[in-house]
């Protein structure tokens, strides 16, 4: 059965700070995601990772894969409040649906 | 705006009750999936329909039910309800097993 982790689950970071968010999966997949959740919002899309060494990045979020290791980092570059949300990441199931990490509530803070 | 679109946004209803949850894909988008997000258990897949065929089951109860119907909307049947369904309801739609986009979400409220 295919699980994913995410640690750390909070994380209170202050404006201008870096972090990273970490994502391991127990079983091959070919696909992982990572979304945003804004409190009760829908989910956005921030980055698909189809590849060993896979290398994404969006403004101040840098998202990497490492399917050896089945391990995905989320970097965060010196945070501003604005990215205070709850980001996921979800792995592709066999039968393409997603099976999502717990999820990792950031708090932004001046 | 993902392009996919649910109704109703918010539903409060009472145990024992049944409602129907309906997802309208993103134009051309053949698969549609169903998930459940509570705080206790997270996001949970449901159920995945491919041009009106069920193709994967997640975790859905038995008194859980859904299906797509020739122009490629979904709707999820939520039966026998119970204060433990309340949960945001969570559609999304793919072109096959690509990226998934979702829908603004149900909130269903069970008193």
């Known amino acids: 059965e295919l699980k994913v982790e995410q640690n750390p689950l909070f994380l209170s970071m202050q404006e201008g700070k870096n972090y990273t968010i970490y994502c391991n999966y127990s079983?091959?997949?070919?696909?992982l995601y990572w979304y945003r959740q804004d409190p009760g919002k829908s989910l956005e899309s921030l980055f698909v990772?189809?590849?060993?060494?896979a290398v994404k990045q969006e403004g101040r979020l840098m998202a990497s894969l490492d399917t050896k290791a089945r391990l995905s980092t989320l970097h965060i570059t010196a945070a501003v409040h604005d990215l205070s949300a709850t980001y996921f990441c979800a792995v592709g199931g066999s039968q393409g649906n997603l099976i999502f990490g717990k999820g990792t509530k950031l708090s932004v803070k001046p | 705006d993902s392009g996919v679109t649910q109704t109703p946004k918010h539903l409060i209803t009472a145990t024992g009750q049944r409602v129907t949850l309906r997802c309208s894909p993103r134009s051309g988008d053949l698969s549609v999936y169903w998930y459940q997000q509570s705080l206790d258990q997270g996001l949970q897949f449901l159920i995945q329909y491919y041009n009106g065929e069920e193709r994967a089951k997640g975790n859905i109860l038995e008194r859980f039910s859904a299906q797509q119907f020739p122009d490629l909307h979904s709707e999820l049947n939520l039966s026998s309800l119970e204060l433990g369904d309340s949960a945001l309801y969570f559609c999304?739609?793919?072109?096959?097993?690509?990226?998934?986009?979702f829908g603004p979400g149900t909130r269903l409220t069970v008193t």
């Open positions: 079983t091959t997949s070919d696909r």
């Open positions: 999304a739609s793919s072109l096959d097993r690509g990226e998934q986009y």
């Open positions: 990772l189809l590849s060993n060494g």
